[in-house]
């Protein structure tokens, strides 16, 4: 008990998770959560929703169609012809992605793609036209604007619009060609948000479960953090869609809608943080930082 | 041999780190190292750098006394008193950070602070005159200019300056009072960078070495990423001043000058993407995106 009590105190520092002293006039993101309705929240399409099964525990990724169409719908098909099933993850680099695949993807073993294609075009942007945009007022490194789109972080410049690098953000490897990315290996953004990568690559979703599995990995002491000895590979038992789980199994996650209220008032309690702990209440909000509550 | 092969085929993406292919007229980060001089390049001060030794291998901090020269006085009489000698990582947080120190510090057994002080005045910040600042030319979404000192990166806002929270940055943890740090619980950012905490703590220095060992740890299952179980902590075999360790163990890293030409063109070769991988080359940095060349 004491050593909890010493941790507590330890702490040290304020976070969107940690207890928090809210003044009760000014809302903090403890209390814009708590005073959020139902409907402001949306369960996840299981058919838009992928359930990686690793031995240490599962990873839930919900995929983007709405930016990556073609990208979407190969991996799905990737999927249901168990391509992930027995396969590895293979790269883990400090401060920057875990990648996932066929570890012998690129030797005369490699693994079938089945129904899936083998070229598909770049999805790096999409048109901005038709999105529900909810749009962050701080300037952005990278960025005209930059807000989020059924709660993915995304980015727009002129008439175009792209998902960002964000931690936990789920892209398609390529090689030098544009083209040559096709689903069948995954990376994940481990550290700091790469964005140079925005609009060099297809991204095609985000963690929303697991992370701690895939961040707290080894790092690979191979070129580019890959696993040296194939024998440091990580087991991924399968991927399945989520609504091929038994039912028992399959995730149940609901996630804040980026175009309520409850949202927006988040990114205003987050901009102006009233924690007693903050002397400096900060006033400003950068797009990787602002997480989307899931429950 | 095939596996290498297949690792390199599947890297997918470019990175600082990898092999590039530069075109002959266009610098990119590789080709500025490679043709740095000797005199841009500093040998680390070992009166202000320490060794952090774990059971996994070392961590070198280098501490940043232009910012906040108290906390770097008491850290350095701490380390001299062993006051971290057997102490613990006691915390590691998802995508945030990882906390050291003694794990009782709150009980009645907390090891005494020894020639330390008990209680500083916060070192949020600092005047901005005196310092010697590369600001780099993007926007940045939490202060009015970005860049290095001596290597760090650094926010600066009217006549005021501060060591921002970037990956591998390291701060002296504190509880709500805004001067009840003195430097003898630690913590490292093992995340995106959590720029809030920017001028709301203060920042003693930055991990030069090791950070893998660091931010692979295992996530604490506990409050705020604490180890919920004490045998879950991590030993810290000792801290020690870089100046105190044998000749044979002492750290000889040297880093790039940030007032340096060289650093002046890798800005540049980082903001404007050349290598072949790129499709489109970005032409814009985030201040923790841009790293500081360690050799």
Redo the contacts between chains.
């Keep these: 008990m004491?050593?909890?009590?010493?941790?507590?105190?330890?702490?040290?520092?304020g976070?969107a998770?940690?207890?928090e002293t809210p003044s009760p006039t000014v809302p903090t993101m403890s209390s814009v959560l708590a005073e959020s309705s139902p409907e402001e929240w949306i369960d996840l399409d299981p058919e838009r929703t992928l359930v990686m099964q690793l031995e240490t525990g599962r990873v839930v990724i919900e995929l983007a169609p709405q930016f990556a169409p073609k990208h979407v719908a190969n991996i799905i098909a990737l999927v249901k012809g168990s391509y992930f099933s027995n396969s590895s993850i293979?790269?883990?680099?400090?401060?920057?992605v875990v990648?996932w695949?066929d570890?012998?993807?690129?030797?005369k073993d490699a693994r079938s793609l089945g129904e899936a294609q083998a070229k598909l075009p770049?999805e790096?942007d999409r048109a901005a036209d038709g999105l529900t945009f909810t749009a962050l007022p701080?300037?952005?490194?990278?960025a005209a604007q930059v807000g989020f789109v059924d709660g993915f972080p995304v980015a727009r410049e002129g008439e175009r619009a792209w998902l960002t690098h964000?931690?936990?953000m789920v892209g398609a490897?390529?090689?030098?060609p544009?083209d040559s990315?096709n689903g069948s290996?995954l990376?994940v953004v481990t550290?700091?948000?790469?964005?140079?990568?925005?609009?060099?690559?297809t991204v095609v979703g985000r963690v929303l479960e697991g992370?701690?599995l895939l961040?707290?990995?080894?790092?690979g002491t191979?070129?580019?953090g890959?696993?040296?000895d194939?024998a440091q590979n990580v087991p991924i038992k399968y991927i399945h869609l989520a609504s091929h789980e038994p039912d028992a199994k399959r995730p149940r996650l609901q996630k804040l809608r980026s175009d309520s209220d409850s949202f927006l008032k988040l990114i205003e309690a987050?901009r102006s943080?009233h924690e007693?702990?903050?002397?400096?209440p900060?006033g400003?909000?950068?797009?990787?930082?602002m997480a989307l509550p899931v429950r």
């Excluded at 701080?138 to 990278?142: G, I, L, R």
């Excluded at 550290?191 to 690559?201: A, E, F, K, M």
């Excluded at 400003?284 to 930082?289: S, V």
């Design positions: 004491r050593l909890l009590v010493a941790s507590i105190c330890l702490a040290l520092f976070n998770s940690a207890a293979v790269r883990s680099q400090d401060n920057y990648q695949g570890p012998k993807a690129d030797s770049a790096f701080d300037p952005d490194s990278y964000c931690y936990g490897g390529r090689d030098n544009a990315s290996s990376y550290g700091h948000s790469p964005r140079h990568l925005d609009r060099n690559i992370m701690p961040s707290s990995l080894p790092r191979g070129p580019l890959f696993f040296a194939p987050r943080r007693e702990w903050f002397v400096h900060v400003r909000l950068e797009l990787c930082n």
